[in-house]
């Protein structure tokens, strides 16, 4: 079945829709010019909102964690992606250490593993999965939701080489955002790791990325001839609050009205009579942690002991003081009556897949990435790849091609910061504090 999307605000949508399909061939040139100048993520995904007179991503992620739940049937497509990615590292790669997360209890996260593992697998490596866990003794079997056994090994390292007992890998391949920091045993090996450590939680932020996607919205808007504003959310950043001793009020606050107000500008051009609202949430990490909506100054000047313990801290325990003030983007999409939203999975360059982040309990205006949340695989009647351009009559929608338009959007702004990020890395000043 294919799940049912409906938009409110159809017709600026589609005339999006429309001048993307149009503008394919040189949208498509452009893109190919981007990477060969810059080099591309291995995978990513990425969250987008759908408000029918915007479509922007409002969140990427380096080290995607839903490999699961993507629709079946796109399995081959990964394999093929994953072929030219691993191509790029390595042509002669044979094996792969593959570093998931710490959290076994999440049956649902393993199965993502499980189904990373395949997906290697199918270009023909050998893999073996090794483990950050700190007092991880020796193997140890780990069940998926999928019924599937894992096996979890310690990561050993010799010299400037990491691997299993063993096992001797080409490559290494992080499933772990590094949220708690990048662990020492991984520092200085000579085995290539994708995605480089420095583009993890770690040392990356989202307001950088978001510089970026600024550059990268508005080369695109030109080919296309949209106002950038179409495809990108209005955002500023703030590095001085502490939620829990109530510090930084002030800084948060002039942010959140400055962001608001260029909201009501654009709002006001395009007459779109919705309140505005903005999505505070900490400038680094995942998981949906961190994150409140924000309708006027009043909303962080008020906040209560219970939104101010939820804002506090964010994965590993890590204390929140930086925060992205970013503009919120309705979603008019649903999925058999819930709110949803797409999120939009690549690798290499290539879209891979995707599906509906759907929640029962949350609004148009809320974070959907939250406890309770369910997942609808994309799956539309056309080929993702190649949409039917002729819009004839009684064809299926197919909102795919523009969902991966903007998904590849903010991948190429991601490969543009962590250039950057690995260049400060390298700098005489950055090594030497690393020694």
Excluded at 58 to 69: A, K, Q, R, S, Y
Excluded at 262 to 281: H, L, M, S
Excluded at 338 to 365: C, Q
């Amino acid at each position: 079945m294919v799940p049912h999307l409906t938009t409110s605000l159809t017709g600026p949508l589609h005339e999006l829709e429309r001048v993307v399909l149009d503008q394919r061939p040189e949208i498509e040139r452009w893109f190919r010019t981007q990477w060969l100048e810059h080099n591309v993520p291995f995978y990513s995904s990425v969250d987008l909102r759908n408000s029918g007179f915007k479509l922007a991503p409002v969140d990427t992620n380096l080290f995607p964690g839903g490999f699961n739940n993507l629709n079946p049937e796109f399995l081959p497509l990964c394999v093929h992606a994953a072929m030219s990615a691993v191509q790029k590292i390595c042509p002669d790669s044979r094996r792969f250490l593959l570093v998931p997360e710490n959290h076994t209890r999440n049956a649902h996260y393993l199965q993502n593993v499980a189904v990373l593992r395949r997906i290697l697998e199918g270009v023909g490596l050998t893999v073996r999965i090794g483990s950050l866990i700190p007092d991880l003794q020796g193997p140890t079997p780990v069940e998926t939701s999928g019924g599937e056994t894992l096996l979890l090994e310690p990561i050993r390292r010799r010299g400037n080489r990491v691997g299993l007992e063993g096992f001797d890998p080409c490559a290494v391949l992080l499933n772990n955002d590094l949220s708690a920091g990048i662990p020492a045993i991984l520092r200085g090996i000579e085995q290539t790791i994708v995605p480089p450590l420095v583009a993890g939680w770690a040392t990356r932020r989202k307001s950088q990325h978001f510089h970026f996607y600024d550059r990268v919205a508005e080369d695109f808007a030109k080919i296309a001839g949209i106002d950038p504003w179409v495809v990108n959310p209005c955002f500023s950043q703030c590095g001085k609050v502490n939620f829990a001793e109530k510090e930084g009020e002030e800084c948060l606050a002039s942010n959140v009205e400055s962001v608001l107000g260029e909201i009501r500008e654009k709002y006001a051009q395009y007459g779109i009579t919705e309140p505005p609202f903005v999505i505070v949430k900490a400038d680094a990490g995942t998981y949906g942690m961190g994150i409140m909506t924000v309708k006027s100054v009043d909303d962080v000047r008020n906040l209560n002991r219970k939104t101010r313990n939820k804002m506090a801290t964010i994965k590993e325990g890590r204390p929140v003081n930086e925060v992205i003030i970013q503009e919120g983007v309705y979603t008019f999409e649903s999925v058999e009556g819930a709110v949803a939203e797409p999120v939009v999975y690549m690798m290499d360059s290539f879209v891979v897949g995707g599906f509906y982040r759907v929640h029962t309990e949350r609004g148009i205006d809320e974070n959907l990435n939250a406890p309770g949340a369910k997942y609808v695989p994309l799956a539309f009647e056309t080929n993702c790849h190649t949409p039917d351009c002729t819009g004839k009559p009684g064809d299926p929608p197919n909102r795919f091609y523009t969902y991966g338009v903007v998904a590849r959007l903010a991948s190429l702004a991601a490969a543009l910061e962590v250039e950057e990020l690995v260049s400060a890395a390298s700098a005489p000043e950055a090594r030497a504090a690393n020694a």
